[in-house]
């Protein structure tokens, strides 16, 4: 899988390339609008991850660009300008996603899954891990071909750790996806204790092969239980 | 006060203090004039008089139907030296053949004949009502003010409106204008040059502050990006020292520390750019919304998140109320309110929302002692320092409520922290 970084502030660059490496993909990184327009006449890619505020000019541009190629790339655009007019004009210029700044790079990872899920799924956008499988579009989950029945924040949490396999989950960060922003003044974070016991408790019970991990009590992460361990539980 | 009342206002004024000094100068005058007159007709009887009497002629009689008297006293040439040779004064006298008092205009003189002997003579002959002519003339004053006041007033605002016509529609024009909108073309031809200027004055501000709006929105973008990225890549960074490096508790809970420091910072960052869109009236589309299920909604993640000390929250319902508003001030507005009621409350308090067709009014316990009312409302100011939180929010609902008219006030009652909201 072939992703294009369009990002001009360095750092983050090469923070966004080493983070993306990791998940095994193919990373390129453009520093600004004419590098970019240059790689992608050039050469094509799945996944474009495109900043807009460009030092030479607007990324926006680079869609229009795409467009007139007759080029399929995927686009999430990443912008610093979290204005309602931007993700309109973006996304009606044929990006996929719009992901605001500053973000989790967990987010960034989750969002380019789905947004290849989408290229790539021929339709089938479902998520599979472990044998825990679910169907976004319908919000079920299945546990070994079993249908089962979550609340709306238990769905909204699994489906949260479900895009983020094997990666440290901040509670602060999910109680964020899961609760939106209220959470920002709460200095307890007691209601996502409570919420993930249950979900815990739901997954065993339905016999799920994987495990949501708390790690030191700062958050989670959700690994597939080789059968030793599951065993032991 | 509208122009056109202080025009009004200050003409009659003048009017009455002109119309009156003129009434006083009028009635002074005429008196005199009139006096004059009466004085002089009195000379030459009194002069008849003395030359009939100096002659040894027989007197006029008393009554010859003229009304006119006189009377001759002879006086000892000391008294005749006392008195000055010629005295006009007024006074009342009694006239016979009418058989009443009248006002009269009286000349006393004083004359000698050949053997030395002093006469003193008083002619009178009556003359008009003081009292009546005072009567007269402040009736007509009074009247004339009345005329004179009316014709000028409807003169004055007819010619006003007519002339200041272009001003009105200059007026109307900047009203419509809302930095951030399109500015709507200005008709107002007049051929007035002053008019003319005020036109192109106006113009001129309005293209100047709207190109002002634009660099500020720029800079706005500008600022939020060039701290949203740094600010981006040190959580990012930490997220991932967190997520690939093996680390001790002792230092993911200090990597933890500051990447919560980070989200607070960027919390506060995200703050101040909604507080300054919400200034620059950048949120413009508005729609009805119904507030009651807005608080429901908010008020059940609230509960989830905040009620773990035993907090009680209770809500009254006796009417629907619906403010016509840009949906999302309207969830920061209300947002705002309700997590401030949670977040400055007590263990074991409560909350206690009252929603009415008019209002919205939010009361929790806290601190037990009121906030100050003067600064609650601005940027920063927190009654009781509470880590993690911005001191935003309700320089926030300000502004919003600033935007749409909207009244917002604090009061605190009985160890009750209330927060009002009204149309």
């Known amino acids: 899988m072939k992703i294009l970084i369009v990002e001009d502030e360095p750092s983050l660059r090469e923070l966004m390339y080493k983070t993306l490496l990791q998940e095994r993909y193919v990373v390129e990184t453009a520093g600004t609008y004419l590098e970019a327009s240059l790689k992608i006449t050039d050469y094509s890619y799945d996944c474009i991850l495109l900043d807009i505020m460009l030092p030479d000019g607007n990324g926006l541009k680079l869609l229009d660009d795409l467009k007139k190629q007759h080029k399929q790339e995927s686009v999430i655009i990443i912008s610093a300008k979290d204005s309602i007019d931007d993700k309109v004009s973006g996304l009606e210029l044929g990006a996929d996603d719009y992901l605001p700044k500053p973000f989790h790079l967990a987010e960034l990872n989750a969002r380019i899954k789905s947004v290849m899920r989408r290229r790539w799924g021929n339709g089938d956008m479902s998520i599979q891990l472990g044998n825990i499988r679910i169907e976004p579009d319908s919000f079920r989950v299945f546990i070994a071909g079993k249908e089962i029945e979550l609340l709306k924040k238990e769905y909204d949490i699994l489906l949260y750790f479900m895009n983020r396999p094997n990666h440290l989950i901040d509670k602060a960060a999910l109680a964020e996806a899961v609760w939106g922003d209220h959470i920002d003044q709460s200095d307890n974070f007691y209601f996502v204790y409570a919420q993930v016991k249950n979900l815990r408790q739901q997954l065993k019970k339905a016999g799920a092969d994987v495990e949501i991990r708390s790690i030191y009590g700062f958050g989670y992460k959700i690994v597939i239980c080789n059968n030793e361990s599951t065993g032991k539980q | ?423």
Request: hydrophobic share 40%.
């Open chain 2, 1 to 423: 006060m509208k122009l056109i009342y202080r025009i009004l206002i200050r003409l009659s004024v003048v009017l009455l203090l002109i119309l009156s000094g003129w009434a006083v100068f009028f009635y002074y005058t005429m008196v005199e004039e009139i006096n004059d007159e009466v004085d002089d007709a009195l000379e030459d009887y009194s002069e008849t008089i003395v030359l009939r009497a100096l002659a040894g002629r027989e007197l006029p009689s008393a009554n010859d139907g003229t009304n006119n008297t006189y009377q001759i006293h002879e006086i000892t040439k000391e008294e005749a030296d006392s008195y000055p040779s010629i005295h006009y004064y007024d006074a009342e006298i009694y006239i016979q053949e009418k058989k009443e008092t009248e006002p009269a205009r009286i000349l006393r003189t004083i004359f000698a004949n050949n053997e030395g002997r002093y006469f003193l003579l008083e002619v009178s002959t009556p003359s008009f009502e003081k009292e009546d002519l005072r009567g007269a003339v402040a009736s007509w004053i009074v009247f004339l003010y009345a005329t004179l006041l009316v014709t000028l007033l409807i003169v004055c605002a007819w010619v006003f409106y007519r002339s200041l016509k272009p001003l009105y529609t200059l007026l109307h024009w900047l009203d419509g204008y809302l930095p951030g909108k399109p500015i709507a073309p200005l008709q107002n031809k007049t051929t007035i040059s002053e008019f003319r200027r005020l036109n192109d004055a106006a113009q001129r501000a309005a293209k100047r502050s709207e190109l002002a709006f634009n660099q500020q929105k720029q800079f706005i973008g500008n600022a939020s990006h060039e701290l949203q990225t740094p600010l981006a890549v040190c959580t990012n960074r930490i997220e991932w020292l967190l997520d690939n490096t093996d680390l001790t508790e002792e230092q993911m809970a200090e990597l933890f520390k500051t990447k919560h420091t980070l989200n607070y910072i960027i919390r506060l960052n995200k703050s101040l750019l909604f507080l300054s869109r919400i200034d620059n009236r950048q949120f413009t589309e508005s729609c009805p919304i119904e507030i009651n299920n807005l608080v429901k909604r908010l008020l059940d993640d609230y509960k989830e998140i905040f009620c773990y000390n035993g907090l009680i929250v209770s809500l009254e319902e006796s009417g629907t109320f619906t403010l016509i508003m840009n949906e999302a001030l309207a969830e920061a507005l209300i947002s705002n309110l309700v997590k401030n009621a949670f977040i400055h409350n007590k263990e074991n308090g409560y909350i206690h929302i009252t929603l009415k067709e008019q209002s919205f009014v939010i009361a929790n316990t806290g601190t037990d002692f009121p906030l100050d009312s003067e600064h609650i409302f601005d940027r920063f100011y927190q009654g009781s320092r509470k880590e993690e939180s911005t001191g935003l929010g309700l320089a926030i609902a300000d502004a919003i409520c600033k935007q749409y008219q909207l009244h917002l006030s604090y009061e605190y009652r009985k160890g009750e922290h209330l927060f009002s909201l009204s149309k």
